[in-house]
Nanobody, 119 residues
Framework: VQLVESGGGLVQAGGSLRLSCAAS????????MGWYRQAPGKQRELVAA???????NYADSVKGRFTISRDNAKNTVYLQMNSLKPEDTAVYYC??????????????WGQGTQVTVSS
């Protein structure tokens, strides 16, 4: 399963960006999808996650500013990021798990997209 992210870039503090991540391959069903980020010198951390049923979970640092959503028909997950802060600067990675058509489980990561917030 391949995950392709898009939408990163450079934005000023207070601005907005929308990340997208599309999954492709021999997918039977996608379970949870999520966004993680990794800043230089720091560990990768969960930003937001969403189940196939639409239940969401957010890191405390992004609650009220970021919104995760998904389009199951397109196997795509989105992350709307508002009121961005310099500390949101990181490489953002998409993650998804689920079931392949051959009956095996999968767990995949995207290649990452850079988000840079200037002060």
């Amino acid at each position: 399963v391949q995950l392709v992210e898009s939408g990163g870039g450079l934005v000023q503090a207070g601005g907005s960006l929308r990340l997208s991540c599309a999954a492709s391959g021999s997918i039977f069903r996608i379970g949870a999808m999520g966004w993680y980020r990794q800043a230089p010198g720091k560990q990768r951390e969960l930003v937001a996650a969403i189940t196939s049923g639409g239940s969401t979970n957010y890191a405390d640092s992004v609650k009220g500013r970021f919104t995760i959503s998904r389009d199951n028909a397109k196997n795509t997950v989105y992350l709307q990021m508002n009121s961005l802060k310099p500390e949101d600067t990181a490489v953002y990675y998409c993650n998804a798990d689920g079931l392949l058509r051959i009956g095996r489980k999968f767990g995949s990561w995207g290649q990452g997209t850079q988000v840079t917030v200037s002060s």
